[in-house]
């Protein structure tokens, strides 16, 4: 397994409900980001959470950070149809000089 | 305040040829990445450099890949003598000086690799 894999790799939900997806780790980390990825884009940085923190509200987004289970979730409310795209977790190396990326999860709300 | 540019956007190489992608990074930026896409995957770091410095290539290819960051003008992440497993997304990230990647690293829109 890589660092950062995200769970589920895929998600389907009706506009107007939430979507909550899981990103694990190995390593220790000084802190996790999550982007966005809308399809043939580039990424848009969505959230930074520090090591030190355990949540973190920006809009309608809702990150959290367990460090003892090296874990960290991001939940979207009431979504709506223009959140439709994949969404990655993100940890900087032990030298805090290069990202590792997961899977991403694919995010569809359906209007 | 433009962001990161990356030209360009689209590239279409037959197998052999050179490939040439250019990265701007943000104003004030001094720390460049570049990191390659594959189909349905996430980003996987290749390079990071600064003005005139390579300083992590772990993540790039021994061959036919190489990187530059020069005093003037953009970044440049050359690859030789194309394959189609070359065939992807090419995305350059750029963050300001003092801790590198610690922070958020802003991403330009990407170069995709087209190897027929």
């Known amino acids: 397994s890589q660092q950062g894999e995200e769970d589920p790799q895929a998600l389907s939900i009706q506009e107007g409900e939430n979507a909550t997806m899981n990103c694990s780790y190995k390593?220790?980390?000084?802190?996790l980001q999550w982007y966005r990825q809308n399809s043939g884009r580039g990424l848009v940085h969505l959230i930074l959470i520090r090591s030190n923190e355990r949540e973190k509200h920006s809009g309608r987004l809702r990150v959290t950070l367990d460090t003892s289970k090296k874990s960290s979730s991001l939940l979207i409310t009431a979504s709506r149809a223009a959140d439709t795209a994949s969404y990655f977790c993100a940890t900087p190396g032990a030298a805090g000089n290069k990202l590792t990326f997961g899977g991403g999860t694919r995010v569809l709300v359906k209007p | 305040n433009a962001g990161v540019m990356q030209n360009p956007r689209h590239l279409v190489r037959r197998r052999g040829q050179e490939a040439r992608l250019r990265c701007s990074p943000m104003?004030?930026?001094?720390?460049v990445y570049w990191y390659r896409q594959l189909p349905e995957e996430g980003l996987k770091f290749m390079v990071y450099?600064?003005?005139?410095?390579?300083?992590?290539e772990s993540g790039m290819p021994k061959e036919r890949f190489s990187a530059e960051f020069p005093k003037e003008g953009p970044s440049i992440l050359r690859i030789q003598q194309v394959v189609r497993g070359d065939s992807a997304a090419y995305f350059c990230?750029?963050?300001?000086?003092?801790?590198?990647?610690?922070?958020?690293?802003?991403f330009g829109p990407g170069t995709r690799l087209t190897v027929l």
């Open positions: 104003k004030g930026h001094s720390h």
């Open positions: 390593t220790s980390i000084n802190n």
């Open positions: 450099l600064q003005k005139e410095n390579i300083i992590d």
């Open positions: 990230a750029s963050s300001p000086p003092g801790r590198g990647s610690t922070d958020t690293q802003y």
